[in-house]
């Protein structure tokens, strides 16, 4: 199964990086009318499970703890950290989930108090396309 991206109303396309297209980010959102941005990933599972993949980012990052929870029947993992971009350190929200034999993260750039409640207006979003 597949799953269908989320309703882009607001957001565009943003410019992605060599580097960024290397580490297998297959999209970035940005809007001029909301503070959230976020990255969007996919990658094979190479024999990786969801639980033993997120536990092993979420220490590189230096999370505190992953959570699960489950939107529209897909299951997520994730956790809270902190990112650096072009010198500044960002909160972030990250979600991994099973996509078939991929797994793909939406990494969710948090500015405030509206972005948590925008990138979960985007989570609630999330379903599996019929094949």
């Known amino acids: 199964m597949k799953y269908t ?14 580097e960024e297209l290397e580490e297998d980010q297959v ?7 909301s503070p959230l941005d976020f990255d969007v990933y996919q990658w094979a599972k190479d024999g ?5 993949y997120v536990i092993e980012e979420a220490r590189l990052y230096e999370a505190e703890r992953v959570d699960y929870r489950t939107v529209n029947d897909i299951l997520l993992a994730f956790y809270y950290s902190h990112e ?11 979600y991994i989930f099973e996509n078939d034999d991929d797994l793909m993260e ?15 207006q985007i989570l609630s979003t999330l379903h599996r396309a019929e094949s």
């Open 48 to 52: 990786d499970t969801l639980e033993k």
């Open 106 to 120: 939406l990494v969710f750039w948090l500015d405030g108090e509206i972005a948590v409640r925008q990138a979960d």
């Open 84 to 94: 650096e971009y072009d010198g500044q350190m960002y909160p972030v929200v990250n």
């Open 5 to 18: 991206k989320y309703n882009k109303t607001a957001y565009r396309s943003g410019v992605q990086s060599a």
């Open 27 to 33: 999209g970035y959102y940005c809007s001029d009318s």
